[in-house]
């Protein structure tokens, strides 16, 4: 066997004619020199990264994240939200009238649905017009059932329409196949049919669409009821065609109209809808010369002008706006300037209609109700002088009746005021009275932020309130409802008022509260306030002696029980100040929620956040939030977290205890996976967790109250989405009223921090762009803090909302290789350009080798 050389093209092994042609071996050194070009370029190639990201997605440096957006529709533009069900047919059908027809038994329908889908179609098209016609349905479907029961006749005429409507070919011009579809609905619409008002009762309220969702699902809409909304461009009269369609006879349709729209939606996509009947004032339109042209603008269809059935009436500005109520049959096909164009159409009847200030359609309305004409007549001949004067009437009128009304109102003021003759000496005493009371209320008290509770009450209540150590004896509803009144002030004006006066407080004034729990108890409020103030439990803490006096404070109770050790701190109303000689007195505090940080944290992290001054307290009742959006409830924990946070990615605070903190947290963060957070989110509220995401969207959010900027320690902080990985779990999410929304692969997480890394930065400048986004694969250690929701276009097309694990992330790390070539593809190009540079080499000097043995054969063999 020969081998062809693949350098020269010639045989490895020569004939005895050839051993003495020239060799030309310049020739050869040209396809030497181009093959050598030709692996020159390969290896240059080879060894570019490029080549390789096609195989090897993880090489790039900035891959992206696929994620699926939906478009949300137009604002003019109500798209239904039904779905169909699993026969393909849509939900509405199922829908029944209450005229008795909702005992329609399944074995009954089960029976129509049976018929209808076996009947051919032209027994289909003859049983719906029978009936059209005011006629009992044929023999086959036994009309004693449907005796009496006119309703149980009108849910199988609907069914039979939509098959009739599914045997339409979508995307196409007219076809034979069109017709069942479009008679039928065209019989079923006609407003002055006996068995209008029947059907209306069976159907769904039709909703309002647009064209790009009919022209993007055409599927999910057919056969619904829909209401098309827009201006009448072009009016086409379809006549006589019952005479190449027998179909038509049996509905008694002689004549339609195909309408034009331009859609209310800002889209300049045209689309049809074709009625039986046109209203009077809009029949006005055609009543100029019928044009049979080829429209150039976009908004026009053209016209066949081989159809001598169809009349083409363009109408001008201003065009009046059409409601109408139909089925969607198909897409049409239609030739138009910019050349083939896909249309919805709809078949229905004109709800309703408006002139838009169209002259011809405003004349025909005047001239079909002359009082109307004549009303409309009378406005249009007010002259534009009296409507200025007889607003400048009415407004002087106005003022004059405002002036009067304050002038009586002002002689009233004066006369209940001169009642009280006011003199020197009673001014006086008024004055020295006010400045006793000033000076008898020290700067801190909170008489005046507490409603009926002046000091008098305060004593009262001291007298129903006797703690001590062996029978603390409580009235506990009157003090839940000073506690109540106490947790709706502000914690700002609270710690206003104890830093404006250095005084001993009395009672009345606002005490501090940082001391160590020595004993508590808890009381029971009554069932009745329970409901009023909302407070269930009050704790009793007994605290230092404070001057050798005991001290106990009432405050609110909370979700974790307070122990020995623990430490709460707060702003309290002292309503018992020890007398002088009164060796029994007590110090008593009422305050309304007190921070509690325990002695013994359950986790590492707990300890980190109580180092900080979070309230504890107030972190175990996040999880009554759970899947709820983020509200003014979560701002006591949420934005100290976000400070705290912060001061964990700066690892080293010279605090040396937290320092030591922050590094045990760390060392037992817990791996979590988008699946365990929504499986048991309370298991991980206000634990350091470490995950990895993908970021899609990075938004800057401002904070505006002074106190939050405190707690964050900036004036704004930055919300990333991104996107977890679910493994092999498929996740399952319940929705109010509607299918259960399945979702695998992936799901959203939401990452709050104060800072961005300097690799999710996209501008430097204080006034960047608010929202970013960046396609990055992170590493996220942070605080979990609860689920939240939000709203999404996914979700709310499927009648929910979205929920999403929230993280409060201290430390974010990239996940991108720090290396230019992560796979090795420049070191697997240099392998491969070598591998063939040896390769060639290999031949090369086989072919030598080969070629000499070859010479000193023939040396041997011929002498």
């Known amino acids: 066997m020969r081998i062809p050389s693949e350098l020269h093209g010639e045989s490895l092994y020569r004939g005895t004619r050839s051993r003495h042609r ?97 009947a051919p179609e032209d027994e289909l098209l003859l049983a719906l017009a029978t009936w059209l016609r005011g ?45 069942a579809g479009l008679y039928s609905t065209l019989g079923m619409h006609q407003t002055n049919g006996v068995r209008f008002q029947a059907l209306q009762h069976q159907r769904a309220v039709p909703v309002v669409a647009g064209v790009l969702p009919l022209l993007q699902q055409p599927e999910v809409y057919r056969g619904r009821s829909l209401v098309a909304q827009g201006e009448v461009v072009r009016i086409e009269k379809i006549s006589s065609p019952a005479d190449s369609d027998d179909r038509c006879k049996e509905f008694g349709i002689t004549s339609y109209w195909n309408l034009w729209l331009m859609p209310e939606d800002a889209s300049r996509r045209p689309w049809m809808v074709v009625v039986s009947d046109l209203p009077t004032p809009l029949q006005s339109l055609t009543h100029s010369h019928a044009v049979n042209q080829t429209p150039t603008s976009e908004t026009e269809a053209s016209a066949s002008q081989s159809d001598p059935n169809k009349v083409v009436f363009p109408v001008s500005s201003p065009r009046p706006v059409v409601e109408v109520a139909g089925e969607y049959l198909k897409r049409l096909s239609y030739q138009s300037a910019s050349g083939a164009e896909l249309t919805p159409v709809i078949v229905g009847h004109i709800r309703s209609y408006r002139t838009n200030g169209n002259p011809t359609v405003s004349a025909a309305i005047r001239a079909a109700e002359p009082s109307n004409g004549e009303a409309i007549q009378t406005d249009d001949e007010v002259p534009l002088v009296w409507i200025v004067v007889g607003s400048a009437v009415i407004g002087v009128l106005f ?20 009642r009280r003759k006011v003199t020197l000496g009673m001014t006086i005493a008024t004055v020295f009275a006010a400045m006793s009371a000033a000076s008898s209320a ?35 509803d009157e003090i839940a409802k000073l506690v109540f009144r106490m947790d709706r002030l502000s914690e700002t004006v609270l710690k206003q008022r104890l830093e404006q006066s250095a005084d001993e407080p009395v009672v009345g004034d606002a005490v501090a509260v940082d001391d160590t729990v ?11 306030l329970q409901e009023y103030l909302g407070i269930d439990r009050v704790e009793m803490l007994r605290l230092s002696p404070v001057d050798g006096l005991p001290r106990f404070v009432f405050a609110r109770g909370s979700s974790q029980r307070m122990s020995p050790g623990d430490r709460v701190s707060g702003v309290a109303v002292r309503i018992r100040f020890p007398g002088d000689g009164n060796e029994s007195s007590l110090l008593l505090d009422v305050a309304g929620r007190l921070g509690w940080q325990p002695a013994q944290p359950a986790s590492p992290s707990e300890n980190v956040l109580a180092m900080q001054g979070i309230d504890l307290g107030r972190l175990a009742e996040v999880d009554l939030l759970d899947r709820k959006p983020l509200s003014e409830s979560d701002s006591p924990v949420f934005y100290p977290m976000i400070g705290a946070s912060a001061k964990v990615a700066e690892h080293l605070t010279g605090a040396e205890d937290f320092d030591k903190s922050v590094l045990a947290m760390r060392e037992n963060a817990t791996d979590a996976l988008p699946v365990k957070l929504l499986q048991n989110p309370t298991a991980f509220t206000g634990q350091w967790i470490r995950l990895r995401v993908e970021t899609v969207r990075i938004t800057r959010v401002a904070v505006q109250s002074e106190q939050r ?21 498929q996740l399952q999410i319940e929705v109010p009223d509607g299918e259960p929304v399945v979702m695998e692969n992936r799901y959203p997480v939401t990452i709050v921090t104060r800072e961005l890394p300097d690799f999710l930065q996209q501008s430097d400048r204080a006034d960047g762009p608010l929202v970013t986004t960046v396609n990055r694969a992170i590493h996220v250690e942070g605080f979990f803090y609860r ?35 992560p796979m090795g593809v420049q070191a697997i190009g240099q392998i491969a350009a070598f591998a063939v540079v040896g390769a060639i080499l290999a031949a090369i000097a086989f072919h030598w080798v080969t070629k000499r043995g070859d010479k000193e054969s023939r040396k041997r063999r011929y002498g």
């Not at 050598?36 to 570019?48: E, F, H, K, S, Y």
């Not at 507490?450 to 506990?476: A, C, F, K, Q, T």
């Not at 020595?518 to 009745?528: A, D, M, P």
């Open 518 to 528: 020595l004993e508590s108890q808890t009381f029971t409020v009554g069932s009745t």
């Open 399 to 418: 003022s004059v009746w405002v002036f009067w009304r304050t002038s009586v109102l002002n002689r009233q003021l004066r006369q209940r005021r001169d």
């Open 135 to 179: 006629e009992l349905l044929p023999a086959k479907l036994d009309d004693s059932l449907l005796v009496g029961r006119p309703a149980d006749a009108a849910i199988l005429a609907v069914m039979i329409q939509d098959k009739l409507i599914r045997l339409a070919k979508d995307g196409t011009v007219w076809r034979a196949a069109d017709g």
């Open 787 to 821: 689920l939240w929701s939000y709203e999404s276009d996914f979700m709310k097309q499927r009648g929910g909302k979205q929920f999403a694990p929230l993280i409060i992330a201290g430390v974010i790390e990239d996940l991108r290789p720090t290396s230019d070539d």
């Open 22 to 118: 020239p060799t030309q071996s310049w020739r050869r050194v040209i396809r030497l020199s181009i093959v050598l070009a030709l692996v020159v370029v390969v290896m240059r190639q080879a060894a570019r990264p490029g080549i390789y990201q096609a195989f090897f997605p993880e090489a790039s440096q900035s891959g992206a994240v696929n994620v699926a957006r939906t478009i949300p529709p137009s604002a003019n533009t109500s798209v239904p939200t039904q779905s169909a069900d699993a026969t393909g047919r849509p939900t509405d059908l199922n829908t029944v009238a209450s005229d008795g027809s909702n005992d329609l038994t399944s074995q009954i329908r089960q029976r129509f649905e049976q018929w209808v889908d076996s």
């Open 442 to 476: 020290s700067g801190q008290s909170l008489s005046d932020l507490l409603p009926g509770y002046d000091r008098s009450r305060m004593e009262g209540i001291v007298e129903d309130v006797r703690p001590s150590l062996d029978n603390p004896g409580v009235n506990v």
């Open 709 to 729: 900027r405190r707690e964050i320690g900036g004036d704004a902080y930055y919300e990333i989405d991104a996107i977890g990985d679910l493994g092999k779990v």
